[in-house]
């Protein structure tokens, strides 16, 4: 069975950082593409980046500079290291994990506020 678990969401003022991590059990990260999605209120979900399993990465524009994509296939985890965050970057994070199939985490909440 197919599970990625979200970390590392929480309230962080404008210009500050966190760092989400997605676990993944029943799956190589190795072997999966692998994304940040996000979801704003009243908005639809979009990608924020993402790494295959090649390790090729592409972020969304509204991120480039600010936040980075990395996986560690020994702890089958990918990190998501965000910077400079602004408010606008308030949203649902969601892992995703395609090859085959598609899986999705149940997202963590992520607020930039002062």
């Known amino acids: 069975q197919v599970h990625l678990a979200e970390a590392g969401g929480g309230l962080v003022q404008p210009g500050g950082s966190l760092t989400l991590a997605c676990a993944a059990s029943?799956?190589?990260?190795?072997?999966?593409?692998m994304a940040w999605y996000r979801q704003a209120p009243g908005k639809q979900r979009v990608l924020v980046a993402d790494i295959s399993s090649s390790s090729t990465i592409t972020y969304a524009d509204f991120v480039k500079g600010r936040f980075t994509i990395s996986k560690n296939e020994a702890k089958n985890v990918v990190i998501l290291q965000m910077n400079s965050l602004e408010p606008e970057d308030t949203a649902v994070y969601f892992c995703?994990?395609?090859?085959?199939?598609?899986?999705w985490g149940p997202g963590i909440q992520v607020t930039v506020a002062s």
């Open positions: 995703n994990a395609n090859h085959l199939d598609s899986y």
């Open positions: 029943g799956i190589s990260v190795s072997r999966y593409a």
